[in-house]
């Protein structure tokens, strides 16, 4: 089992940058590839980021490539979503997840079906 918290959401305006973290406890952290996601009322819940478990390959979905960074601790079990340039459209609550995976491939990534393990989610809310 893996357990993961959120933290970092509140509530930002434009242009912001704000940083979430994911603490993990349980297995070995370094074992997982990570993942952000998140999801806007009315919308399904999507990818924002991933990496990989030695944290040298990394995804962004289109929307956030350039404002957004994904990064991760294994030493401190935890891995970080850094927002700049933040929009109203990043309104959302943010999730962790965790995925076992042999290969960091994108289509497994992307996909939240690939992730056995998440975390209650904080919201994050952009005021324009």
């Known amino acids: 089992q893996v357990q993961l918290v959120e933290s970092g959401g509140g509530l930002e305006q434009a242009g912001d940058s704000l940083r979430l973290s994911c603490a993990a406890s349980?297995?070995?952290?370094?074992?997982?590839?990570m993942g952000w996601f998140r999801q806007a009322p009315g919308k399904e819940r999507g990818i924002v980021a991933a990496?990989?478990?030695?944290?040298?390959?990394?995804y962004y979905t289109d929307s956030v490539k350039g404002r957004f960074n994904i990064s991760r601790d294994n030493v401190r079990n935890t891995v970080y979503l850094q927002m700049s340039s933040l929009k109203s459209e990043d309104t959302a609550v943010y999730y962790c997840a965790a995925a076992y995976l042999a290969r960091f491939r994108v289509e497994m990534v992307v996909d939240d079906r690939t992730y056995g393990y998440w975390g209650q989610g904080t919201q994050v809310t952009v005021s324009s």
């Open positions: 349980g297995r070995p952290f370094s074992s997982y590839a």
């Open positions: 990496i990989s478990w030695s944290g040298s390959v990394a």
